[in-house]
């Protein structure tokens, strides 16, 4: 059975990040979606809920299990887990300039775990978690945001950002 790791900070997992899981669970037997933290980004949500929203999302797929990775490189935890690949999105040119670089330094480390890029659909391009959480706050955002997210993240969000208000 095929095992691949995809992995991403998802402060707060969008739909994009839903498609990506959708699709990467199509192709291999079996998906860990691990939830890392990344030191250049200031997260809204702990590691902890992100698991949970996570989790919440991959219900769906009986092939799909969530985890939480710290302090350790993305390959080195695919070789942890035995997988054979690791599932990366490419939204943009400079998205490709990166990943094709951390895909080379993973080959370096573990020649054995090959790299898959999956490209989005267009509708899906321009979302990001940052981008999300930076249409919050003006008149109407709770509608806004509605569209880039999985109804259960967006539950979360609207009453995070609510009670705030309270």
């Not at 769906?60 to 035995?82: C, D, H, T």
């Not at 490419?90 to 895909?103: C, G, K, P, V």
Request: proline share 5%; charged share 20%.
């Amino acid at each position: 059975m095929n095992r691949a790791v995809y992995a991403g900070s998802f402060d707060p997992p969008t739909n994009g990040h839903l498609w990506m899981i959708r699709t990467a669970q199509q192709l291999f037997g079996e998906l860990i979606v691990a939830v890392g933290e990344n030191p250049d980004k200031q997260c809204t949500y702990s590691i902890e809920e992100r698991v949970e929203m996570l989790t919440a999302l991959a219900q769906e797929f009986n092939n799909v299990r969530v985890m939480s990775m710290k302090n350790i490189f993305l390959v080195e935890f695919a070789q942890q887990m035995q997988a054979d690949f690791i599932v990366r999105g490419i939204r943009t040119a400079s998205d490709y300039e990166f990943e094709r670089s951390m895909r080379h330094i993973n080959a370096d480390l573990h020649p054995e775990i090959a790299t898959i890029f999956l490209m989005p659909p267009r509708e899906y391009t321009e979302i990001s978690s940052t981008m999300v959480k930076g249409l919050i706050g003006p008149k109407n955002w709770q509608n806004i945001i509605k569209r880039y997210l999985p109804d259960a993240v967006y539950q979360r969000m609207v009453q995070k950002y609510d009670n705030q208000g309270d």
